[in-house]
């Protein structure tokens, strides 16, 4: 059984900010490309923003680009997601995901391949 543990989320007035954090104890997490999921009442879950091991390339949605920056620190195997300019279609809750040979963009295009998932963190805009 995966290990996640996702902290971060919260309740902000629209224009606010929250990072994310996921922390993945049983990974050696530089070998694996990363992402943030998120899936919204009555929604399908969808791929925010993953990023690939190595050479870090990253994929976003277009809804948060320029908004949100994910991150990674493969000595603490920890993976964050920075949110700011939140909105209230931002309201979810946000998941985050690892997985092995395949491109950020295959990744977070592809949440039915993802394997495990963690309980997830509520995140809550609304004025």
């Known amino acids: 059984q995966v290990r996640f543990v996702e902290s971060g989320g919260g309740s902000v007035q629209p224009g606010g900010s929250l990072r994310l954090s996921c922390v993945l104890p049983?990974?050696?997490?530089?070998?694996?490309?990363i992402g943030w999921f998120r899936q919204a009442p009555g929604k399908e879950r969808e791929g925010v923003s993953c990023?690939?091991?190595?050479?870090?390339?990253?994929f976003y949605i277009d809804s948060v680009k320029g908004r949100f920056t994910i991150s990674r620190d493969d000595a603490k195997s920890t993976v964050y997601l920075q949110m700011n300019n939140l909105q209230p279609e931002d309201t979810a809750i946000y998941y985050c995901?690892?997985?092995?040979?395949?491109?950020?963009?295959?990744?977070?295009?592809?949440?039915?391949?993802?394997?495990?998932w963690g309980q997830g963190t509520q995140v809550t805009v609304s004025s």
């Open positions: 995901a690892v997985a092995d040979h395949i491109t950020p963009q295959l990744m977070c295009t592809s949440p039915r391949s993802i394997p495990s």
């Open positions: 049983d990974f050696t997490l530089e070998n694996f490309a």
């Open positions: 990023s690939s091991g190595g050479t870090t390339t990253t």
